[in-house]
Nanobody, 114 residues
Framework: QVQLVESGGGLVQPGGSLKLSCEAS???????MGWYRQAPGKQRELVAA???????HYADFAKGRFTISRDNAKNMVGLQMNSLKYEDTAGYFC?????????WGQGTQVTVSS
């Protein structure tokens, strides 16, 4: 069992930046890590993902603005979010997925508002 704890959310103005972090209670080396988000009334959607070897994938809305990273030694995954927009307001969730297991964090709220 791996527990995931997100941090770094908060209130930010449009155009601002936030860095989200996800800390795992165990090794993430064998996991495909991702960040998802869910806005009220909407389905959860993939924001960005990163393989164990560092290959990344971004949703179209995240390309050029968000950067996902991982530190296997520290069992952490980050999401740097720049040029934030009102529509980025959502709960952001960390996900760890392997061939046999999948884990979710409880999420951190990001609110973009002036």
């Amino acid at each position: 069992q791996v527990q995931l704890v997100e941090s770094g959310g908060g209130l930010v103005q449009p155009g601002g930046s936030l860095k989200l972090s996800c800390e795992a209670s165990g090794s993430i080396m064998s996991f495909f890590m991702g960040w998802y988000r869910q806005a009220p009334g909407k389905q959860r959607e993939l924001v960005a993902a990163i393989s164990g070897s560092g290959v990344t994938h971004y949703a179209d809305f995240a390309k050029g603005r968000f950067t996902i990273s991982r530190d296997n030694a520290k069992n952490m995954v980050g999401l740097q979010m720049n040029s934030l927009k009102y529509e980025d307001t959502a709960g952001y969730f960390c996900n760890a997925r392997s061939l046999t297991y999948e884990y979710w964090g409880q999420g951190t709220q990001v609110t973009v508002s002036s």
